[in-house]
Protein backbone atom coordinates (compact mmCIF):
# COMPACT_ATOMS: atom_id res chain seq x y z
CA UNK A 1 0.00 0.00 0.00
CA UNK A 2 1.25 3.25 -0.62
CA UNK A 3 1.17 5.86 1.68
CA UNK A 4 0.19 9.72 0.16
CA UNK A 5 2.44 11.71 2.33
CA UNK A 6 1.26 14.86 0.62
CA UNK A 7 -1.97 14.96 1.49
CA UNK A 8 -2.63 17.05 4.94
CA UNK A 9 -6.39 17.00 5.77
CA UNK A 10 -8.03 20.19 6.66
CA UNK A 11 -8.98 20.45 10.58
CA UNK A 12 -12.07 22.19 10.12
CA UNK A 13 -13.60 19.26 7.77
CA UNK A 14 -12.91 16.79 10.94
CA UNK A 15 -14.39 18.98 13.91
CA UNK A 16 -17.18 17.17 16.01
CA UNK A 17 -20.27 19.98 15.88
CA UNK A 18 -20.87 21.85 19.64
CA UNK A 19 -24.64 20.46 19.12
CA UNK A 20 -27.41 20.07 17.07
CA UNK A 21 -28.31 23.88 17.25
CA UNK A 22 -24.70 25.14 16.97
CA UNK A 23 -23.63 23.73 14.11
CA UNK A 24 -19.38 23.88 12.12
CA UNK A 25 -19.81 24.81 8.98
CA UNK A 26 -17.40 22.90 6.49
CA UNK A 27 -14.86 24.14 3.81
CA UNK A 28 -17.10 23.04 1.26
CA UNK A 29 -20.15 24.98 2.51
CA UNK A 30 -18.52 27.55 3.13
CA UNK A 31 -17.03 27.90 -0.07
CA UNK A 32 -20.43 27.19 -1.87
CA UNK A 33 -22.08 30.71 -0.03
CA UNK A 34 -19.19 32.41 -1.06
CA UNK A 35 -19.45 31.02 -4.66
CA UNK A 36 -22.78 33.17 -4.76
CA UNK A 37 -21.35 36.19 -4.43
CA UNK A 38 -20.19 38.59 -7.00
CA UNK A 39 -16.01 37.26 -7.90
CA UNK A 40 -14.73 40.79 -8.26
CA UNK A 41 -15.39 41.57 -4.30
CA UNK A 42 -12.44 39.51 -4.10
CA UNK A 43 -9.99 41.64 -6.26
CA UNK A 44 -10.97 44.44 -4.46
CA UNK A 45 -8.26 45.59 -1.42
CA UNK A 46 -11.23 47.95 -0.18
CA UNK A 47 -14.49 45.10 0.31
CA UNK A 48 -15.00 44.58 3.81
CA UNK A 49 -16.02 40.94 5.47
CA UNK A 50 -17.76 40.29 8.77
CA UNK A 51 -18.87 37.14 10.23
CA UNK A 52 -20.76 37.96 13.44
CA UNK A 53 -21.35 34.47 14.91
CA UNK A 54 -17.38 33.17 13.75
CA UNK A 55 -17.04 29.14 15.10
CA UNK A 56 -14.24 27.79 13.68
CA UNK A 57 -13.37 30.83 11.61
CA UNK A 58 -14.19 28.80 8.48
CA UNK A 59 -15.75 32.01 6.35
CA UNK A 60 -12.63 33.89 7.22
CA UNK A 61 -10.03 31.97 6.69
CA UNK A 62 -11.88 31.19 3.27
CA UNK A 63 -12.63 34.49 2.00
CA UNK A 64 -9.14 34.96 3.19
CA UNK A 65 -7.84 32.65 0.72
CA UNK A 66 -9.76 34.23 -2.53
CA UNK A 67 -8.10 37.94 -1.45
CA UNK A 68 -4.77 36.50 -1.01
CA UNK A 69 -5.17 35.24 -4.97
CA UNK A 70 -7.13 38.17 -6.14
CA UNK A 71 -5.12 41.14 -4.74
CA UNK A 72 -1.84 39.80 -5.61
CA UNK A 73 -2.29 42.04 -8.91
CA UNK A 74 -2.60 44.96 -6.16
CA UNK A 75 -0.42 44.32 -3.70
CA UNK A 76 2.53 41.68 -4.71
CA UNK A 77 4.29 41.31 -2.04
CA UNK A 78 3.16 38.41 0.31
CA UNK A 79 3.68 39.85 3.06
CA UNK A 80 2.36 43.41 3.04
CA UNK A 81 -0.56 41.50 1.22
CA UNK A 82 -1.72 39.15 4.28
CA UNK A 83 -0.75 42.74 6.49
CA UNK A 84 -3.73 44.44 4.67
CA UNK A 85 -6.31 41.85 4.27
CA UNK A 86 -6.10 40.56 8.16
CA UNK A 87 -6.31 44.01 9.25
CA UNK A 88 -8.49 46.04 7.08
CA UNK A 89 -10.78 43.27 5.48
CA UNK A 90 -12.16 40.74 7.72
CA UNK A 91 -13.84 40.80 10.66
CA UNK A 92 -15.75 38.42 13.22
CA UNK A 93 -17.33 37.95 16.56
CA UNK A 94 -16.78 35.12 18.67
CA UNK A 95 -19.92 33.36 20.10
CA UNK A 96 -18.16 31.84 22.80
CA UNK A 97 -14.53 31.84 24.27
CA UNK A 98 -13.90 28.31 22.67
CA UNK A 99 -14.72 29.75 19.22
CA UNK A 100 -12.99 33.10 19.85
CA UNK A 101 -9.80 30.96 20.37
CA UNK A 102 -10.07 28.67 17.32
CA UNK A 103 -11.39 31.13 15.15
CA UNK A 104 -8.06 33.07 16.18
CA UNK A 105 -6.21 30.06 15.46
CA UNK A 106 -7.92 29.26 12.05
CA UNK A 107 -6.85 32.98 10.88
CA UNK A 108 -3.75 34.23 12.16
CA UNK A 109 -2.40 30.62 12.89
CA UNK A 110 -1.81 31.75 15.96
CA UNK A 111 -4.11 31.58 19.28
CA UNK A 112 -2.92 35.07 19.68
CA UNK A 113 -3.62 37.75 16.68
CA UNK A 114 0.17 39.40 17.45
CA UNK A 115 1.42 36.58 18.84
CA UNK A 116 5.10 34.59 17.73
CA UNK A 117 3.85 32.36 14.86
CA UNK A 118 0.64 34.54 13.89
CA UNK A 119 1.27 35.31 10.18
CA UNK A 120 0.49 38.71 10.87
CA UNK A 121 2.79 40.95 11.62
CA UNK A 122 1.50 44.35 12.50
CA UNK A 123 -1.26 43.86 14.73
CA UNK A 124 -0.41 45.41 18.22
CA UNK A 125 -3.41 43.36 20.45
CA UNK A 126 -4.40 39.62 21.22
CA UNK A 127 -7.61 39.43 19.32
CA UNK A 128 -6.80 41.06 16.36
CA UNK A 129 -10.19 41.17 14.31
CA UNK A 130 -11.87 39.01 15.91
CA UNK A 131 -13.87 40.43 18.77
CA UNK A 132 -15.44 38.24 21.95
CA UNK A 133 -16.86 40.81 24.95
CA UNK A 134 -18.55 38.56 27.72
CA UNK A 135 -21.95 40.15 27.57
CA UNK A 136 -24.78 39.36 30.12
CA UNK A 137 -28.46 39.30 29.13
CA UNK A 138 -30.90 41.90 30.07
CA UNK A 139 -33.94 40.40 31.74
CA UNK A 140 -36.96 42.03 31.87
CA UNK A 141 -40.23 40.84 33.50
CA UNK A 142 -37.73 37.00 34.02
CA UNK A 143 -37.06 37.97 29.35
CA UNK A 144 -33.95 38.80 28.26
CA UNK A 145 -34.93 41.68 26.19
CA UNK A 146 -32.63 40.46 23.51
CA UNK A 147 -32.93 36.91 22.83
CA UNK A 148 -35.92 36.38 25.25
CA UNK A 149 -34.23 33.80 27.09
CA UNK A 150 -36.19 33.36 30.69
CA UNK A 151 -34.15 33.99 33.84
CA UNK A 152 -36.13 31.75 36.70
CA UNK A 153 -33.74 29.28 37.46
CA UNK A 154 -30.52 31.25 36.89
CA UNK A 155 -29.17 28.68 33.84
CA UNK A 156 -28.08 32.04 32.19
CA UNK A 157 -27.34 33.70 34.85
CA UNK A 158 -23.58 32.40 35.45
CA UNK A 159 -20.23 33.33 36.29
CA UNK A 160 -17.30 34.35 34.62
CA UNK A 161 -16.30 30.79 34.37
CA UNK A 162 -19.07 29.56 32.10
CA UNK A 163 -21.20 30.30 28.99
CA UNK A 164 -24.21 32.27 29.18
CA UNK A 165 -24.37 32.57 25.50
CA UNK A 166 -25.96 36.29 25.50
CA UNK A 167 -24.54 36.26 22.03
CA UNK A 168 -22.89 39.83 21.25
CA UNK A 169 -23.89 40.92 17.85
CA UNK A 170 -27.55 40.35 18.50
CA UNK A 171 -27.55 41.50 22.43
CA UNK A 172 -27.31 45.22 21.17
CA UNK A 173 -29.51 47.88 19.89
CA UNK A 174 -26.84 49.72 17.80
CA UNK A 175 -24.89 46.71 15.96
CA UNK A 176 -22.90 49.56 14.08
CA UNK A 177 -20.92 50.46 17.54
CA UNK A 178 -19.83 46.86 17.68
CA UNK A 179 -16.69 48.07 15.02
CA UNK A 180 -17.99 51.15 13.91
CA UNK A 181 -17.52 50.61 10.06
CA UNK A 182 -19.50 49.65 7.15
CA UNK A 183 -19.37 46.06 5.89
CA UNK A 184 -19.94 44.77 2.31
CA UNK A 185 -20.07 41.11 3.09
CA UNK A 186 -22.08 39.92 5.94
CA UNK A 187 -22.12 36.09 6.19
CA UNK A 188 -21.86 33.12 8.57
CA UNK A 189 -23.85 30.52 10.42
CA UNK A 190 -25.62 32.01 13.40
CA UNK A 191 -26.56 29.34 16.58
CA UNK A 192 -30.23 28.31 15.52
CA UNK A 193 -31.95 28.22 19.30
CA UNK A 194 -31.63 28.54 22.66
CA UNK A 195 -33.42 26.65 25.68
CA UNK A 196 -35.27 29.25 27.91
CA UNK A 197 -35.23 26.96 30.90
CA UNK A 198 -34.33 23.56 32.40
CA UNK A 199 -38.21 22.44 33.46
CA UNK A 200 -40.56 19.84 31.98
CA UNK A 201 -42.63 22.59 30.14
CA UNK A 202 -39.67 24.66 28.83
CA UNK A 203 -38.95 24.77 24.94
CA UNK A 204 -36.34 26.47 22.75
CA UNK A 205 -36.52 29.96 21.59
CA UNK A 206 -34.66 30.19 17.79
CA UNK A 207 -32.47 32.64 17.49
CA UNK A 208 -31.06 32.80 13.98
CA UNK A 209 -33.84 35.20 12.32
CA UNK A 210 -31.87 37.56 15.23
CA UNK A 211 -28.95 37.61 13.35
CA UNK A 212 -29.90 37.87 9.96
CA UNK A 213 -32.40 41.03 10.82
CA UNK A 214 -29.75 42.56 12.91
CA UNK A 215 -27.38 41.80 9.97
CA UNK A 216 -29.86 43.68 7.76
CA UNK A 217 -29.36 47.03 10.12
CA UNK A 218 -26.50 47.25 9.03
CA UNK A 219 -27.22 47.36 5.44
CA UNK A 220 -24.69 45.54 4.13
CA UNK A 221 -24.35 45.37 0.27
CA UNK A 222 -24.47 41.56 0.36
CA UNK A 223 -25.50 39.26 3.50
CA UNK A 224 -25.60 35.45 3.30
CA UNK A 225 -26.65 32.93 6.37
CA UNK A 226 -27.11 29.09 6.84
CA UNK A 227 -29.91 28.91 8.89
CA UNK A 228 -32.88 26.02 9.50
CA UNK A 229 -35.63 25.53 6.65
CA UNK A 230 -38.22 25.89 9.62
CA UNK A 231 -38.74 29.41 8.80
CA UNK A 232 -40.40 28.54 5.30
CA UNK A 233 -43.40 27.44 7.24
CA UNK A 234 -43.45 26.75 10.71
CA UNK A 235 -41.26 28.23 13.98
CA UNK A 236 -42.39 29.87 17.26
CA UNK A 237 -42.16 33.31 17.17
CA UNK A 238 -41.40 33.24 13.43
CA UNK A 239 -44.29 34.86 11.58
CA UNK A 240 -43.13 38.17 11.22
CA UNK A 241 -39.69 36.94 10.05
CA UNK A 242 -41.47 34.52 7.48
CA UNK A 243 -43.16 37.40 6.17
CA UNK A 244 -40.35 39.89 6.08
CA UNK A 245 -38.06 37.34 4.21
CA UNK A 246 -40.82 36.04 2.02
CA UNK A 247 -41.76 39.85 0.33
CA UNK A 248 -38.25 40.31 0.21
CA UNK A 249 -37.20 40.82 -3.35
CA UNK A 250 -33.17 41.22 -2.46
CA UNK A 251 -33.15 37.43 -1.41
CA UNK A 252 -31.80 36.27 -4.84
CA UNK A 253 -30.44 33.24 -4.41
CA UNK A 254 -32.04 30.58 -2.36
CA UNK A 255 -30.43 26.53 -1.95
CA UNK A 256 -32.66 24.40 0.38
CA UNK A 257 -31.40 20.81 1.53
CA UNK A 258 -34.41 18.74 2.65
CA UNK A 259 -32.22 17.02 4.76
CA UNK A 260 -30.03 18.81 6.47
CA UNK A 261 -27.41 15.24 7.03
CA UNK A 262 -26.92 16.71 3.21
CA UNK A 263 -25.41 19.57 4.27
CA UNK A 264 -23.98 19.09 7.62
CA UNK A 265 -22.87 15.23 7.96
CA UNK A 266 -24.58 13.33 10.67
CA UNK A 267 -26.37 16.29 11.96
CA UNK A 268 -30.34 16.02 12.36
CA UNK A 269 -32.09 19.11 11.83
CA UNK A 270 -35.95 18.78 11.66
CA UNK A 271 -37.32 20.65 8.70
CA UNK A 272 -33.49 20.81 6.75
CA UNK A 273 -31.67 23.85 6.61
CA UNK A 274 -31.03 26.64 3.41
CA UNK A 275 -28.71 29.25 2.52
CA UNK A 276 -29.82 32.16 0.72
CA UNK A 277 -27.73 35.29 -0.88
CA UNK A 278 -29.62 38.77 0.30
CA UNK A 279 -28.69 41.40 -2.16
CA UNK A 280 -29.25 44.93 -1.46
CA UNK A 281 -28.91 46.61 -4.57
CA UNK A 282 -30.26 44.19 -7.48
CA UNK A 283 -34.10 43.22 -7.05
CA UNK A 284 -36.15 40.58 -8.85
CA UNK A 285 -37.00 36.87 -8.68
CA UNK A 286 -34.87 34.32 -6.74
CA UNK A 287 -32.84 31.69 -8.08
CA UNK A 288 -34.28 28.54 -5.80
CA UNK A 289 -31.87 25.29 -5.95
CA UNK A 290 -33.63 22.42 -4.03
CA UNK A 291 -31.71 19.93 -2.95
CA UNK A 292 -32.93 16.19 -1.59
CA UNK A 293 -31.26 12.65 -2.50
CA UNK A 294 -28.56 13.98 -4.22
CA UNK A 295 -30.59 15.89 -7.32
CA UNK A 296 -31.05 19.33 -7.39
CA UNK A 297 -33.79 21.05 -8.93
CA UNK A 298 -34.05 24.44 -9.94
CA UNK A 299 -36.39 27.52 -10.78
CA UNK A 300 -36.49 31.00 -10.94
CA UNK A 301 -39.69 32.19 -9.43
CA UNK A 302 -41.10 34.53 -6.40
CA UNK A 303 -40.56 33.20 -2.95
CA UNK A 304 -44.75 34.14 -2.04
CA UNK A 305 -46.76 32.27 -4.55
CA UNK A 306 -50.24 33.75 -4.53
CA UNK A 307 -52.85 33.35 -2.02
CA UNK A 308 -50.01 31.67 0.17
CA UNK A 309 -48.35 33.19 3.08
CA UNK A 310 -45.25 30.17 3.19
CA UNK A 311 -42.97 29.05 1.09
CA UNK A 312 -43.32 26.08 -1.66
CA UNK A 313 -39.89 24.51 -1.03
CA UNK A 314 -40.70 22.16 -3.81
CA UNK A 315 -39.96 23.40 -7.57
CA UNK A 316 -42.55 20.73 -8.94
CA UNK A 317 -45.31 21.45 -6.67
CA UNK A 318 -45.90 24.79 -8.10
CA UNK A 319 -48.17 23.56 -11.04
CA UNK A 320 -50.14 21.31 -8.92
CA UNK A 321 -50.67 23.94 -6.51
CA UNK A 322 -51.85 26.41 -9.52
CA UNK A 323 -54.34 23.65 -10.69
CA UNK A 324 -55.88 23.28 -7.76
CA UNK A 325 -56.37 26.89 -6.45
CA UNK A 326 -57.71 27.30 -9.69
CA UNK A 327 -61.11 25.65 -8.48
CA UNK A 328 -61.85 28.11 -5.91
CA UNK A 329 -62.78 25.64 -2.99
CA UNK A 330 -62.31 26.76 0.69
CA UNK A 331 -59.29 25.12 2.43
CA UNK A 332 -59.36 21.52 4.49
CA UNK A 333 -58.44 24.11 7.51
CA UNK A 334 -61.38 25.27 7.86
CA UNK A 335 -62.85 22.43 9.62
CA UNK A 336 -59.29 21.99 11.29
CA UNK A 337 -59.86 23.23 15.06
CA UNK A 338 -57.38 24.79 17.00
CA UNK A 339 -54.98 23.20 19.72
CA UNK A 340 -56.37 22.21 22.74
CA UNK A 341 -59.48 21.92 21.04
CA UNK A 342 -61.71 21.22 24.34
CA UNK A 343 -59.44 23.39 26.65
CA UNK A 344 -57.67 20.32 27.93
CA UNK A 345 -53.92 19.97 27.64
CA UNK A 346 -51.72 17.11 27.41
CA UNK A 347 -50.93 16.64 30.95
CA UNK A 348 -54.48 16.26 31.91
CA UNK A 349 -55.51 12.93 33.92
CA UNK A 350 -58.80 13.53 35.85
CA UNK A 351 -59.89 10.67 34.43
CA UNK A 352 -62.52 8.19 35.36
CA UNK A 353 -62.69 4.10 34.36
CA UNK A 354 -66.27 4.98 33.15
CA UNK A 355 -68.66 8.05 32.38
CA UNK A 356 -71.00 9.62 30.30
CA UNK A 357 -68.23 11.17 28.58
CA UNK A 358 -65.01 9.76 26.58
CA UNK A 359 -61.92 11.61 26.34
CA UNK A 360 -58.88 10.57 24.03
CA UNK A 361 -55.73 11.70 25.89
CA UNK A 362 -51.88 10.87 25.07
CA UNK A 363 -51.89 6.63 24.91
CA UNK A 364 -55.34 6.44 26.87
CA UNK A 365 -58.85 6.81 26.54
CA UNK A 366 -60.59 7.76 30.21
CA UNK A 367 -63.69 9.19 31.00
CA UNK A 368 -65.65 12.31 32.94
CA UNK A 369 -69.09 13.22 34.27
CA UNK A 370 -71.34 15.71 32.49
CA UNK A 371 -70.75 17.40 35.38
CA UNK A 372 -67.11 18.13 34.48
CA UNK A 373 -66.74 21.75 32.84
CA UNK A 374 -65.53 21.99 29.09
CA UNK A 375 -64.13 25.17 28.74
CA UNK A 376 -64.04 25.84 25.00
CA UNK A 377 -65.93 24.02 22.10
CA UNK A 378 -69.19 22.39 24.69
CA UNK A 379 -70.99 22.52 21.72
CA UNK A 380 -68.98 19.59 19.71
CA UNK A 381 -69.10 17.17 22.58
CA UNK A 382 -71.82 15.26 21.35
CA UNK A 383 -71.34 15.49 17.38
CA UNK A 384 -69.51 13.11 15.34
CA UNK A 385 -65.84 13.80 14.32
CA UNK A 386 -62.47 13.01 13.58
CA UNK A 387 -59.22 13.58 15.50
CA UNK A 388 -55.28 13.79 14.44
CA UNK A 389 -52.32 14.04 16.64
CA UNK A 390 -51.32 17.33 16.98
CA UNK A 391 -47.34 15.83 16.88
CA UNK A 392 -46.64 13.78 13.83
CA UNK A 393 -43.37 12.65 12.48
CA UNK A 394 -40.13 14.84 12.08
CA UNK A 395 -41.65 16.86 9.09
CA UNK A 396 -40.27 15.12 6.53
CA UNK A 397 -42.67 15.43 3.72
CA UNK A 398 -42.44 11.11 2.19
CA UNK A 399 -42.69 9.67 6.02
CA UNK A 400 -45.26 12.00 8.14
CA UNK A 401 -48.56 9.77 8.03
CA UNK A 402 -52.01 11.21 9.78
CA UNK A 403 -53.37 8.67 11.22
CA UNK A 404 -57.08 10.10 11.68
CA UNK A 405 -59.80 8.18 13.82
CA UNK A 406 -63.09 8.81 14.47
CA UNK A 407 -64.88 10.88 17.36
CA UNK A 408 -67.93 9.78 18.63
CA UNK A 409 -70.34 11.99 20.08
CA UNK A 410 -70.41 12.32 23.95
CA UNK A 411 -65.99 12.30 22.92
CA UNK A 412 -63.67 15.02 23.51
CA UNK A 413 -59.91 14.95 23.44
CA UNK A 414 -57.20 16.28 24.95
CA UNK A 415 -54.18 18.91 22.91
CA UNK A 416 -52.23 14.98 22.32
CA UNK A 417 -54.84 15.50 19.12
CA UNK A 418 -56.59 18.18 16.92
CA UNK A 419 -60.01 17.88 15.57
CA UNK A 420 -61.35 17.87 11.81
CA UNK A 421 -65.48 18.71 11.51
CA UNK A 422 -67.94 18.74 13.61
CA UNK A 423 -69.62 16.21 10.82
CA UNK A 424 -73.27 15.13 10.56
CA UNK A 425 -73.06 11.03 10.72
CA UNK A 426 -70.74 8.72 11.05
CA UNK A 427 -70.54 8.20 6.98
CA UNK A 428 -68.97 11.40 6.75
CA UNK A 429 -66.16 11.12 9.36
CA UNK A 430 -65.23 7.98 7.32
CA UNK A 431 -65.43 9.56 4.10
CA UNK A 432 -63.02 12.06 5.30
CA UNK A 433 -60.74 9.41 6.46
CA UNK A 434 -60.65 8.04 3.02
CA UNK A 435 -59.61 11.65 1.74
CA UNK A 436 -56.85 12.26 4.10
CA UNK A 437 -55.66 8.52 3.64
CA UNK A 438 -54.95 9.23 -0.04
CA UNK A 439 -50.99 10.21 -1.14
CA UNK A 440 -53.15 13.85 -2.55
CA UNK A 441 -53.84 14.78 1.05
CA UNK A 442 -50.33 13.92 2.70
CA UNK A 443 -48.35 15.94 -0.37
CA UNK A 444 -49.99 19.12 -0.53
CA UNK A 445 -49.96 18.44 3.18
CA UNK A 446 -46.37 18.17 3.74
CA UNK A 447 -45.76 21.23 1.50
CA UNK A 448 -46.59 23.31 4.87
CA UNK A 449 -45.33 21.25 7.30
CA UNK A 450 -41.68 21.62 8.20
CA UNK A 451 -41.54 20.63 11.87
CA UNK A 452 -43.35 17.63 13.79
CA UNK A 453 -46.08 20.14 14.79
CA UNK A 454 -49.24 20.01 12.78
CA UNK A 455 -51.48 22.71 13.55
CA UNK A 456 -54.52 23.68 11.05
CA UNK A 457 -52.10 26.15 8.93
CA UNK A 458 -50.46 22.76 7.99
CA UNK A 459 -53.55 22.03 6.09
CA UNK A 460 -53.92 25.27 4.39
CA UNK A 461 -53.23 23.97 1.00
CA UNK A 462 -55.53 20.83 0.80
CA UNK A 463 -58.69 21.55 -0.64
CA UNK A 464 -62.16 21.25 0.96
CA UNK A 465 -63.67 18.15 -0.86
CA UNK A 466 -67.90 16.57 -0.77
CA UNK A 467 -67.82 14.25 1.88
CA UNK A 468 -70.98 12.58 1.08
CA UNK A 469 -68.91 10.07 -0.40
CA UNK A 470 -65.49 8.49 -0.27
CA UNK A 471 -62.00 9.87 -2.09
CA UNK A 472 -59.57 8.26 -3.66
CA UNK A 473 -56.12 9.54 -5.40
CA UNK A 474 -57.50 8.63 -9.21
CA UNK A 475 -60.43 10.53 -8.33
CA UNK A 476 -58.30 13.66 -6.79
CA UNK A 477 -55.95 13.41 -9.85
CA UNK A 478 -59.07 13.80 -12.70
CA UNK A 479 -60.57 16.37 -10.55
CA UNK A 480 -58.04 18.35 -10.83
CA UNK A 481 -56.04 17.50 -14.39
CA UNK A 482 -53.07 16.51 -12.53
CA UNK A 483 -50.43 15.24 -15.22
CA UNK A 484 -48.71 11.82 -15.59
CA UNK A 485 -45.89 13.76 -14.64
CA UNK A 486 -47.41 15.43 -11.99
CA UNK A 487 -49.03 12.15 -10.14
CA UNK A 488 -45.21 10.39 -10.53
CA UNK A 489 -43.77 13.00 -8.53
CA UNK A 490 -46.54 13.22 -5.94
CA UNK A 491 -45.88 9.53 -5.02
CA UNK A 492 -42.37 9.79 -5.58
CA UNK A 493 -42.66 12.10 -2.58
CA UNK A 494 -45.29 10.07 -0.37
CA UNK A 495 -44.43 6.75 0.61
CA UNK A 496 -46.75 4.24 -0.86
CA UNK A 497 -47.89 3.11 2.20
CA UNK A 498 -50.22 5.78 3.27
CA UNK A 499 -53.73 4.68 2.06
CA UNK A 500 -52.91 0.31 1.98
Not at 39 to 53: A, I, M, R, S
Not at 261 to 289: A, H, Q
Amino acid sequence: MMINNNHNPDVLNCLANLSSDEVFTSPKIANAMLDMLPQELFKNPNTTFLDPCTKSGVFLREIAKRLLVGLEPIIPNLQERINHIFTKQLYGIAITTLTNLLSRRSLYCSKTANGEYSIVDCFNNDAGNIKFDRINHTFINHRCKYCGVGDTIDIYTRDDSLENHAYQFIHTEKPEELFNMKFDVIIGNPPYQLNVGVQQESYAIALYHKFVQQAKKLNPRYLSMIIPSRWFAGGRGLDDFRDEMLNDNRLRVLHDFINASDCFSGVEIKGGVCYFLWDRDNRGMCDVYTHKDNAVSHSIRPLLEKNNDTFVRYNDALTIIGKISKQNEKSFSTIVSPQTPFGLYSSFNDFSTSGPIKVYANKKIGYIGKDYIISKNANWIDKWKVYAPKAIGSGELGSDKVKAFIGEPNSICTQTYIMYGPFKDKNECENVISYVNTKFFHFLMGLKKVTQDAMAKVYTLIPMQDFSKPWTDKELYAKYNITKEEIDFIESMVRPEVGE
